[in-house]
């Protein structure tokens, strides 16, 4: 490998599969069609600007933007002008965010963070260490030597520790500018009531009796302040729990719909599919437990 190669990939000998990868993008070509991934995905925006569309929702985004998109969410870039940039990509295998979440604490922060845009605002500080820890990464990936994983797990959790404090301090500057608008307690209500309901109360109009507002008032605020309905929220969030059971667990996947208040679970597996674009069990046989037991 030279100094001039732009691209690094590291393999999972058992199965062929794609473990980390890291490389420099210098266009949109990476990106211009509809992503899905069974590996969670940083990509820093270092030049361009353009639109995301990611899930339900679309976003602009410039220059110093980190993206961070997890195992088989879709998103998709439409570049205003020319991009150039770097992406981390790692499968679950290589390094889980959910099995070290108290280690990195970034799963629901940088990851399936459905309240909050998926994307990071990168400042001087933050980029100079991001430029040295994907120097080092690139080195270790070019020096195949004793215990390679280890010191690339350690590089990609300095960088997600780092990023899920920036985006932790920035959420919290947001709040506080809510905190002068009339409607953050109803935000912050739907928030806890969903945390707290989802896996039964599966309707919009379950919330608003529960916060005691029309289904149209809280339609638009949840618009305005979340960019997605309530009904899209609600499905994002029992994906994601699907997920961490299909992962970390050997249940069933009847016995996780069931959890999840789904007494059908061909009904279930087809909610599922829709909106992870893969069935549980294929979910499970390509990211989760049965791969990673077998």
């Known amino acids: 490998m030279t100094d001039t190669q732009h691209t690094f990939t590291l393999i999972d000998p058992p199965n062929g599969n794609l473990a980390f990868k890291l490389f420099w993008f210098d266009d949109n070509s990476h990106f211009d069609h509809l992503q899905r991934h069974n590996y969670f995905s940083l990509i820093w925006i270092k030049e361009g600007s353009g639109r995301l569309k990611s899930d339900f929702s679309e976003y602009d985004f410039e220059a110093g933007r980190l993206l961070a998109f997890s195992l088989y969410q879709p998103f998709m870039l439409l570049a205003h002008e020319p991009i150039k940039g770097v992406v981390i990509q790692f499968h679950p295998d290589f390094f889980c965010i959910l099995k070290h979440h108290k280690e990195v604490s970034c799963s629901g922060v940088l990851f399936d963070n459905i309240y909050r845009p998926p994307f990071v605002m990168v400042d001087k500080t933050s980029e100079s260490l991001?430029?040295?820890?994907?120097?080092?990464?690139?080195?270790?990936?070019?020096?195949?030597?004793?215990?390679?994983?280890?010191?690339?797990?350690?590089y990609l959790k300095i960088f997600l520790i780092t990023a899920s404090r920036l985006k932790t301090e920035q959420q919290a500057v947001v709040y506080h500018a809510d905190k002068d608008m009339k409607e953050p307690y109803i935000l912050q209500d739907l928030k806890d009531?969903?945390?707290?309901?989802?896996?039964?109360?599966?309707?919009?109009?379950?919330?608003?009796?529960?916060?005691?507002?029309?289904?149209?008032?809280?339609?638009?605020?949840?618009?305005?302040?979340?960019?997605?309905?309530?009904?899209?929220?609600?499905a994002e969030r029992i994906i994601i729990e699907a997920k961490r059971e299909l992962y970390l667990t050997n249940k069933p996947v009847k016995e996780i719909a069931y959890e999840l208040g789904y007494e059908d679970e061909y009904y279930f597996s087809r909610f599922f599919k829709t909106n992870a674009d893969v069935s549980p069990q294929l979910y499970r046989d390509?990211?989760?437990?049965?791969?990673?037991s077998a």
């Open 130 to 154: 991001f430029d040295i820890l994907l120097a080092q990464m690139k080195a270790e990936m070019q020096n195949k030597a004793l215990a390679q994983y280890e010191i690339l797990i350690s």
């Open 286 to 292: 390509t990211v989760g437990f049965g791969r990673a």
């Open 193 to 234: 009531a969903i945390e707290e309901h989802f896996k039964t109360k599966h309707s919009a109009s379950h919330y608003a009796d529960m916060l005691n507002i029309s289904a149209k008032a809280l339609a638009r605020i949840t618009k305005t302040h979340f960019n997605k309905t309530i009904s899209n929220l609600i």
